[in-house]
Each structure stands twice: as C-alpha cells, then as structure tokens.
C-alpha cells in the first residue's frame, strides 16, 4: 500500500476507502434483497411480474433457520471458548495462579 499522500492506495491505484464505499453498498442491497425475500409474499412478486425468479429461490423456511443457526452457533462458540479457557485455568487456590512480585512458599515443617 502507497501512503506517500496520508491516504492508503492499493497497487491499483484506487484508495482503499473506495473498496470500502462499494463494499458496504452491495451489502446493503443484498440485504434489502434478502428481506424482500423473507417477507414479500409469493404472489406480490407474481404480480410484478417475478413469479418466474420466487419459485427459483430456497424456501422461506431458510430465511429464518439460516441466521438462527448462525446465531446459535456463534453462542455455542463463545460457550465453549470460555468453557476451554475455564478448564485450562489454574485453580484458585493454586500458588501458580498470582502474580506480581515473587513471593516465597512456606511449607510445613520449613
């Protein structure tokens, strides 16, 4: 990346911010597109004349399973990342587990 200007360009040429302004537009149209999908009852498209692309589409049942299992799975990941970090942790009563300055063990009889 060029910043010889304060701004960051790609090999290209174009600036990155560029990439960016494209990269949210499209997303926001695909998600439109996505709620069209969902929600415009199959006979609303018939009369606008896209009967013939609603019946290419997945069911409708995918439009609320897909982002549910998404979420779920996203929970179970952050579940067991800290399940994970849990189980490998030191317990709290081991010596092991403090920090800061040094300190010296005292064991029985010493």
């Not at 537009?25 to 199959?42: G, H, M, N, Q, S």
Request: net charge neutral.
């Amino acid at each position: 990346m060029d910043v010889g200007d304060g701004k960051a360009r790609t090999k290209g040429g174009a600036y990155v911010e560029t990439y960016g302004f494209v990269y949210c537009i499209t997303f926001c149209v695909l998600y439109v597109l996505y709620l069209l999908w969902a929600y415009v009852p199959a006979c609303v498209l018939q009369r606008v004349g896209l009967g013939a692309v609603a019946d290419e589409l997945p069911s409708r049942y995918w439009a609320l399973a897909l982002p549910s299992f998404v979420c779920v799975t996203v929970v179970y990941v952050f579940t067991g990342y800290v399940a994970l970090v849990a189980g490998n942790a030191e317990p709290t009563q081991s010596v092991h587990s403090y920090t800061g300055t040094p300190r010296q063990v005292c064991t029985q009889g010493s």
